[in-house]
């Protein structure tokens, strides 16, 4: 009876080493062909999901703008409720006109809005955020434009009966620091609160050039009749 019993107590010692080395194994992780195996599936769905990334973030970039660009639009409307006009200034003074004339509240949300939503990195924002809100834009002598990312109505366009009009520009990127999103394209609010994506397909009708660090003007010197009633 007492010899039955060793085997199998060897056999469990045996069974017992072999997941001791399993389990050893594990525990070190894994092995040089292992980890190359990994590395390579994960190169495979970063060349293939990377690109998706980029894209849906250039297009989340500019429907943002696009809302912002409503907002803009919505403060001019206030504006015009309380002085029965449009504002007077043109360019950068147009855009920041309901801030300069307490139409819309001082906010940090507000301050923000007058940056493209794609250039959170804006040199100029940062140091605005730095400071209250009611202590900036106090006057229209205060502003540069680099206080906004946006171009306005060039003043010497804003008369007429024909504002409200969705063949008439009032707000566009404005392109000053580089181009405002990386497809090359603008978008711009007209008149009747519309805001209009013009894509580089567009723009090429309009001498838009597919050269390395190429950036379509926006302004009185572009080519695109929409963006050339505009100032900075």
């Known amino acids: 009876m007492q010899e039955s019993i060793v085997p199998l107590r ?3 010692a045996t069974r017992h080493g072999r997941n001791a080395d399993v389990a050893a194994r594990a525990a070190q992780g894994f092995t040089l062909i292992e980890l190359l195996v990994v590395i390579a599936i994960l190169s495979v769905l970063a ?3 990377l690109p998706q990334i980029t894209a849906s973030r250039v297009t989340a970039n500019i429907f943002a703008d696009q809302k912002n660009l409503n907002w803009h639009y919505q403060s ?3 504006y015009k409720i309380r002085n029965k006009r449009l504002p007077r200034e043109g360019g950068h003074k147009f855009v920041l006109a309901p801030w300069v004339e307490g139409v819309v509240e001082k ?6 809005r007058y940056f493209n939503p794609a250039e959170d990195n804006d040199v100029r924002l940062g140091e605005l955020r730095d400071e209250e809100p ?3 834009w106090k006057t229209f002598n205060d502003l540069t434009s680099q206080d906004t990312s946006y171009a306005g109505r060039a003043k010497k366009f ?3 009966s024909n504002l409200e009009s969705g063949n008439e520009a009032w707000i566009a990127d404005d392109n000053e620091n580089g181009p405002a999103h ?3 394209s603008i978008n711009v609010l007209v008149g ?3 805001v209009r994506h013009l894509t580089v397909e567009d723009l090429k009708k309009y001498g838009y050039r597919e050269e390395e660090g190429y950036v379509y003007p926006v302004g009185l010197d572009s080519d695109h009749p929409l963006l050339q009633k505009l100032d900075k």
Not at 107 to 112: I, K, L
């Open 10 to 12: 060897r056999h469990a």
């Open 47 to 49: 060349a293939v999901l």
């Open 76 to 78: 001019l409307q206030n």
């Open 107 to 112: 906010t940090p949300e507000n301050r923000d």
């Open 134 to 136: 009611k202590d900036i």
């Open 158 to 160: 804003l008369s007429g």
């Open 182 to 184: 990386p497809s090359g």
């Open 192 to 194: 009747d609160g519309n």
